[in-house]
């Protein structure tokens, strides 16, 4: 799910903005090894997936891609973010996140749950803050399928230019479910959605 939910997330940044490399970024639990699975503390890292969209490769092509680059980046998903950030050089910016201004989460959604007599419901926790340009925070739920709050930075984008920007998306969606085979500039763009 992961893997073609960022397909269609860099085949939309890449409709939205022409540029051929993108960089999504993701969080990891960061408990490769068995023995830290039952250890309590927080070990999760940020893990960027880049991706070379060059040549306008159709979303098979682009899904095989991403597929690549999730299994190369989780390979090295223990490399510490703020290595990553040092060896690239990155300068400190506090107005920016440093190499990923996109994330992609997608989470095991629970209706509600229960506890004996006790039951469970999720509580929203967003605090107005976006730590990013862009987080697709998408749960998913056996029962209804993905779902989920898209946070973004309101020094960037309005809620009129979110709603754009998710209804290109879900017409990526059906474009890409319809047809895997087309090229990416044959897709959706962001021109053929109404002001």
């Known amino acids: 799910m992961f893997m073609a939910v960022l397909a269609v997330l860099y085949a939309l940044l890449w409709r939205l903005t022409g540029r051929e490399k993108l960089?999504?970024?993701?969080?990891s639990a960061n408990r490769a090894r068995p023995e830290l699975e039952p250890v309590a503390g927080f070990f999760l890292t940020?893990?960027?997936?880049?991706?070379?969209?060059?040549?306008?490769?159709?979303?098979?092509?682009?899904?095989?891609?991403?597929?690549?680059t999730a299994l190369?980046?989780?390979?090295?998903?223990?490399?510490?973010?703020?290595?990553?950030?040092?060896?690239?050089?990155?300068?400190?910016?506090a107005s920016r996140n440093p190499v990923v201004q996109v994330l992609l989460l997608i989470l095991e959604g629970q209706s509600h749950g229960r506890s004996g007599d006790l039951e469970?419901?999720?509580?929203?926790l967003y605090d107005g803050n976006s730590r990013w340009d862009l987080m697709f925070g998408l749960y998913d739920y056996h029962d209804l399928g993905l779902a989920g709050p898209l946070e973004y930075n309101a020094d960037l984008f309005d809620p009129p230019a979110i709603a754009r920007l998710l209804e290109l998306f879900y017409r990526i969606i059906d474009a890409v479910t319809a047809a895997p085979d087309a090229?990416?500039?044959?897709?959706?763009?962001?021109?053929?959605?109404?002001?």
Do not use: M, W
């Open 23 to 27: 960089i999504v970024g993701s969080n």
């Open 46 to 68: 940020q893990v960027p997936f880049a991706a070379d969209l060059a040549g306008d490769p159709s979303f098979r092509d682009l899904l095989a891609l991403s597929r690549q």
């Open 72 to 93: 190369a980046a989780y390979a090295h998903q223990t490399f510490p973010f703020s290595q990553l950030v040092a060896a690239l050089g990155c300068e400190p910016d």
């Open 120 to 124: 469970f419901k999720p509580v929203g």
């Open 183 to 195: 090229l990416l500039s044959a897709l959706p763009a962001a021109t053929e959605i109404a002001e």
